[in-house]
């Protein structure tokens, strides 16, 4: 039985998905699979994945048609054998005792779920990020992952078995925070969990910046209200929702389809967080205050004017 399968949804990755791929294969820990899962990607991100699976058997591809990183991760979900899952991303790399670390916890601690910490990697430095839960308990771990913690699959290693027991897909309709879905549907069921406080996993914000976590688009916007409406159907209208539905709202300043009336609206019993104060200036609340108070065009003028001037 192989005790952790690895999934790898690619999309156009041909640039650096063999800097992720060799750090799995770099693991201490060896009984495990790769599922590759290639998006419809008409670059050699296919090619690359299966030479790596002519030279490792551990490793195995799927070609799909292009569906969104939602749909590669569940392809990779039902295509799994392991005991245990976790999500490398393409454009990310992990350390080699990572597989060997969490998996020894799980099977120490019989846990369903383990948590760990990670490292965020940019232009300037090199962040580790604490991921400690404010307790073991699930019902308190739901909590965090709306506020506190990363809902990123990444640094989670979960038992298998969860996701057909408690009915828990990747949803096909969104294009980001699939994962941030997947580990609060979870979470809403009495997994045992474990935290594991070491940093493996490398999160890149350098070489894939057209993620769609750091662009804006309709799809993006449409995916943060369907987890903010699926959240209020779980604990109801919540001071939890507040940064969630704030980070709506940034995406719509930055959307030419949405009109002036329209952004108002959304959410807009939020509109009276966003003030005119001297430490707001020059930053999205700012901006927000602006596009409600005044004009959107403006307000979106603006904001593209700072962005230009950063840029210089």
């Known amino acids: 039985m192989v005790d952790i399968s690895i999934i790898v ?7 650096y998905i063999c ?3 060799d750090s799995i294969k770099n693991q201490t820990f060896k009984n495990y699979e ?7 990607s008409f670059d050699k991100t296919g090619k690359i994945c299966d030479e790596y699976a002519v030279a490792d058997s551990r490793f195995r591809v799927i070609h799909k048609k292009n569906g969104g990183v939602s749909s590669a991760r569940q392809a990779g979900i039902d295509s799994a054998l392991g005991e245990f899952v976790i999500h490398v991303d393409p454009d990310d790399w992990i350390e ?11 099977k120490n601690t019989e846990a369903d779920v383990v948590i760990s910490d990670f490292f965020v990697e940019t232009r300037k430095k090199r962040m580790y990020v604490k991921q400690k839960p404010t307790s073991l308990d699930y019902k308190s771990y739901f909590y965090d992952l709306i506020d506190k913690l990363h809902g990123c699959c990444w640094n989670k290693l979960i038992r298998r078995e969860c996701f057909c027991k408690y009915d828990v897909k990747f949803p096909q309709n ?15 069921n ?10 493996f996993y490398h999160y890149d914000r350098i070489v894939n910046g057209a993620s769609a976590v750091f662009t804006v688009s309709g799809k993006k916007l449409m995916s943060q209200v369907f987890i903010i409406d699926w959240l209020q159907k779980q604990i109801g209208d919540s001071s939890f929702l507040i940064e969630r539905k704030k980070q709506a709202k940034y995406t719509a300043l930055n959307l030419e389809s949405i009109s002036a009336s329209e952004f108002k609206k959304l959410y807009s019993e939020i509109n009276y967080l966003f003030k005119l104060e001297l430490k707001s200036i020059g930053r999205l609340d700012f901006f927000v205050f602006i596009a409600l108070h005044f004009s959107l065009s403006l307000a979106r003028f603006m904001y593209r004017c700072k962005v230009l001037f950063f840029k210089l």
């Open 19 to 21: 800097r992720s791929l």
């Open 190 to 199: 009495p997994i045992k969990l474990a935290y594991l406080p070491k940093a």
């Open 174 to 188: 969104i294009v980001m925070c699939e994962d941030s879905y997947v580990n609060l549907k979870l979470a809403l």
């Open 34 to 40: 790769v599922i590759l899962v290639d998006d419809g």
């Open 96 to 106: 080699p005792a990572m597989l060997e670390e969490m998996y020894e916890c799980a």
């Open 9 to 15: 949804a690619a999309y156009q990755a041909e640039k």
